[in-house]
């Protein structure tokens, strides 16, 4: 038997209810704020990657899905969805369209790392971009656009944190500063930071290991050696967000696992993923668009990992309903009156399902319960004769005769 590989995942029926649920919340909210949606190839030009990401961080160097096509070129399956819009941004001239171009994207990510809960090496995300500003405002909406969207999936608990990480000139002399603070104690240091001392220093302060942790309580932080520029720009955003209510906390120890990001950065993190706790992260990338090859233009933005959101979800997602009314038959003259009624509700815009397999009236009661429906219409040999249909709210247990006339309407009213 051929099974799939390692660290993908099939979206069986049942689940792909709830994806579709946090999609479509997603879709209908970012329209709201002006966000329209753009879809990238999965397969792009591998310089992309290890341009913007940078050819040091640890999905360059050890996750990315690349390789060379039959033409010889090196091309990657992209494991992020920000470097693709910014080339598509430029390539479509999009900042000649607007000022300020404002995009969302959902959609396949891939990355070759070690499966885990929710981390597989196909995986999904949900993010917006906003490019052609360097207002302040732009990361307050970005952020306050997570709390409103997570608040409508129905999803609590989560945390919001927030930190800077200044302008390139801040971040090549914090560089300088944590190299002299760590030149000797990188024996303290776990086998990834000592690598990352020499490469990519500032992802220490990402490190979860605690020896780590330890020698950085007292190292000099970014937010304490940003620029005044930066400082004015980062309490902005903060008091944005305070005047829009939106809750955070300031975390000096996020940087963000790429290299493009400047100024403020930010992650949403969920109890009920274990250790590794984020459902999502984003910030600023001032430079981004300019070293792809475009404008001098800010950009600010967010991703979310649709198959972490489901975790975080938990009960509170496995509790959507997934029909409107199941249609449950006793005979075969209830059989054709059932089918005809069913596809007469589909055409109404209720969703419903009926038993195609004759099983008994409690087993069907047991599969429309499964099924998570709301109702159940009863046909049976009593129910023809008096030209009625018995409609069951299965939330608690009482049922009304309907007449058959007018039973698609009476369903869509108790649908509502």
């Keep these: ?53 940078g050819e040091s961080t640890d999905i360059v160097q050890k996750e990315m ?23 598509a941004y430029i390539e479509n001239n999009l900042d000649k369209a607007e000022s300020l171009t404002k995009l969302y994207y959902i959609g396949p990510m891939f990355r070759s790392e070690r499966p885990q809960a929710g981390r597989q090496r196909q995986f999904s995300q949900i993010g917006v971009e906003a490019i052609g500003s360097d207002s302040p405002y732009i990361d307050a909406e970005v952020i306050a656009l997570i709390k409103l969207y997570l608040e409508r999936i129905g999803l609590s608990g989560y945390t919001i944190k927030i930190n800077t990480l200044g302008c390139s000139k801040d971040k090549t002399n914090i560089r300088k500063a944590l190299q002299k603070f760590l030149k000797d104690k990188t024996n303290l240091l776990c086998k990834d930071c000592k690598a990352r001392y020499k490469k990519n220093i500032l ?42 209510k939106v809750p955070y906390s300031v975390d000096p120890y996020i940087v963000r696992g ?8 930010f992650e949403v993190t969920h109890p009920n993923l274990g250790a ?14 300019r070293d792809t090859g475009g404008p001098k233009a800010g950009a600010c933005g967010f991703a979310l990992g649709q198959d972490r959101l489901i975790l975080a979800l938990g009960k509170e997602g496995s509790a959507l309903p997934a029909l409107g009314v199941y249609i449950a038959v006793l ?19 209720v969703s419903s399902q009926m038993d195609y397999q004759e099983r008994s009236l409690k087993a069907q009661m047991r599969q429309a319960n499964k099924k998570g429906s709301k109702y159940v219409a009863i046909i049976g040999e009593d129910e023809l004769q008096k030209g009625i ?17 007018s039973f698609v309407e009476e369903a869509k009213k108790a649908l509502c």
Aim: glycine share 8%; with cysteine.
């Design 65 to 87: 899905y690349a390789f060379k096509d039959k033409g010889g070129r090196h091309v990657s399956m992209r494991p992020e969805g920000t470097a693709p819009i910014v080339r």
């Design 258 to 265: 790429l290299d493009y990001y400047t100024r403020t950065a």
């Design 331 to 349: 005979g075969e003259e209830a059989r054709r009156e059932g089918f005809r009624l069913c596809n007469e509700l589909r055409s109404n815009g």
């Design 1 to 53: 038997m051929i099974k799939r590989l390692r660290g993908m995942k099939d979206i069986l029926p049942e689940e792909v209810l709830l994806w579709q649920y946090i999609e479509k919340a997603a879709k209908d909210l970012f329209a709201l704020f002006g966000y329209g949606e753009i879809r990238t190839p999965i397969l792009e030009e591998g310089s992309l990657f290890t341009k913007s990401i």
């Design 203 to 244: 992802r220490i302060f990402d490190c979860k290991e605690d020896g780590c942790k330890a020698v950085l309580r007292t190292a000099p932080k970014i937010i304490d050696n940003i620029c005044s520029d930066c400082k004015d720009h980062f309490d902005n955003v903060k008091n944005a967000l305070d005047a829009l």
């Design 276 to 289: 590794q706790d984020a459902i999502g992260a984003g910030g600023r990338y001032d430079n981004l668009v």
């Design 389 to 405: 249909i018995v409609l069951r709210d299965m939330s608690n247990g009482t049922q009304k005769e309907i007449k058959k006339d």
